[in-house]
């Protein structure tokens, strides 16, 4: 059985490996994306003068009048002292084309005194990637892996990407399995010989180092899938456990891309009912932030300070939810508040860039992301290690000697063991390059 285990942990570890190297690598850059894109791009991020802001809802006007090709779909209600105001937009559908424009931007950044644009960009962009937008362009990688749009959907490097960490998660279990193969010994599964060097040294860091962190590995690797696959299969089988409120997004399907919504309410509109229903609710907070999903025709008004959009550990802020036709309200969502299904659901991206725990888990998060990269690496070395210690070497030529034929015939009928021997003496590596011998089952 262990061999079974172990030419799984084998294949589907070679299978996953670029993948889990590239995640890592981006996910260890981007549990910083909004120090990394202050500091290359304060041009965009910072605001030169003072005075009294305008109101965000007569800036997002001045947006929409310089650029009519778009609609602003996400706008803060409030700027951060010093700060831009960020402001994303979406094409509009051209009326010749019956397709989207394509303005070649997606965020317009403005001083909230002035009113004056700082600048715009794509944010997520594949090509060309600039110091604007090399953050998102980080970003976007770790989550969809930039597959673009096919048969109408742009899902499909998030789906390749949740169907690899489903199989990394079970991974977790059957690497855990082999790990021990002396229980008499078995710590010595954790143990690294950093003086050992070479072959010996890759081999311990892969597995010790997947032991230590093995919890923290599984908890990454569930909340990829979770994230990845969250209507395919993870809210299904959520559903099978407790009941899980479902959001507006869970009960309704997005339109074609090229076939958005057009909204019959203003964002003034929506965010007036919303602020009445949250004093209703003795809810602290104004409204801090506000977006239209087009392809829903959903609003959702969320209530925090600005700058708190990620909010209570993570799981982001309370929100209300409208219908953009009719105003009617769809639901709300509070943080940490629910079934215990609604609960765990909360938690996935929390857990997933370790705002759980605050700015120790963000740390947490970016050492985790280099030792996944590390463990990709060493499990590829290993394995190729192995494979070379298998391939057959060529034997030396025989040397022809003048013997009489029947010795001859007879050196040509050797029995297949003897052969066999032969072979394995003259491929077998020498000792210094030769693999360990129990570690190795691992």
């Known amino acids: 059985m262990r061999r079974i285990w172990t030419f799984l942990h084998r294949w589907v570890g070679l299978a996953t490996a670029p993948f889990l190297f590239l995640t890592g690598v981006t996910g260890a850059a981007i549990s910083w994306d909004h120090e990394l894109d202050d500091l290359l791009n304060p041009h965009l991020m910072q605001a030169g003068g003072g005075g009294t802001p305008l109101p965000a809802l007569e800036l997002a006007r001045l947006v929409e009048e310089r650029h009519s090709q778009v609609r602003v779909t996400r706008l803060p209600l ?30 317009v950044f403005l001083d909230p005194a002035t009113g004056e644009e700082l600048g715009k960009r794509e944010w997520g962009a594949v090509w060309p990637v600039t110091q604007e937008n090399f953050v998102s362009f980080l970003y976007k990688l770790h989550f969809s892996l930039h597959l673009p749009e096919m048969r109408g959907s742009d899902r499909w490097g998030i789906w390749l990407l949740g169907i690899i960490a489903a199989f990394w998660t079970l991974d977790c279990f059957v690497a855990l399995l082999i790990s021990f193969p002396n229980p008499r010994n078995w710590m010595r599964s954790f143990a690294v010989r950093w003086r050992a060097g070479g072959y010996r040294l890759n081999f311990d860091l892969h597995r010790a180092g997947a032991l230590w962190t093995w919890a923290l590995l599984l908890i990454v690797a569930f909340t990829a899938f979770s994230l990845g696959l969250y209507r395919e299969a993870f809210l299904p089988l959520m559903s099978m456990v407790s009941r899980v409120t479902p959001s507006p997004f869970d009960l309704r399907a997005p339109t074609e891309k090229h076939r958005p919504i057009e909204p019959k309410l203003s964002f003034a509109e929506v965010i007036e009912r919303a602020n009445a229903e949250a004093r209703r609710r003795g809810w602290p907070e104004q409204a801090g932030s506000v977006f239209y999903a087009e392809r829903y025709g959903v609003y959702g008004v969320q209530f925090h300070h600005p700058g708190d959009d990620h909010g209570a550990a993570g799981v982001g802020p309370a929100r209300l939810y409208y219908d953009g036709q009719d105003g009617r309200y769809l639901g709300g969502r509070q943080p940490w508040k629910g079934t215990a299904a609604d609960l765990f659901v909360q938690a996935q991206f929390p857990l997933h860039s370790g705002r759980i725990l605050g700015l120790p888990g963000r740390i947490l998060i970016s050492v985790m992301g280099l030792v996944v990269a590390t463990l990709s690496v060493t499990g590829v070395v290993i394995w190729l290690r192995k494979r070379r210690a298998r391939r057959p070497q060529r034997q030396p030529s025989a040397i022809v000697t003048s013997r009489p034929r029947s010795a001859a015939v007879g050196a040509l009928q050797l029995p297949a063991a003897c052969v066999a021997g032969f072979h394995s003496c003259t491929a077998s590596p020498d000792a210094s390059h030769a693999a360990p011998r129990k570690e190795n089952s691992a």
């Open 78 to 107: 409030v700027a951060e002292p010093g700060e831009s105001l960020a402001v994303f937009v979406q094409p509009r559908v051209s009326p010749a084309t019956g397709r989207l424009f394509e303005p070649g931007f997606n965020q």
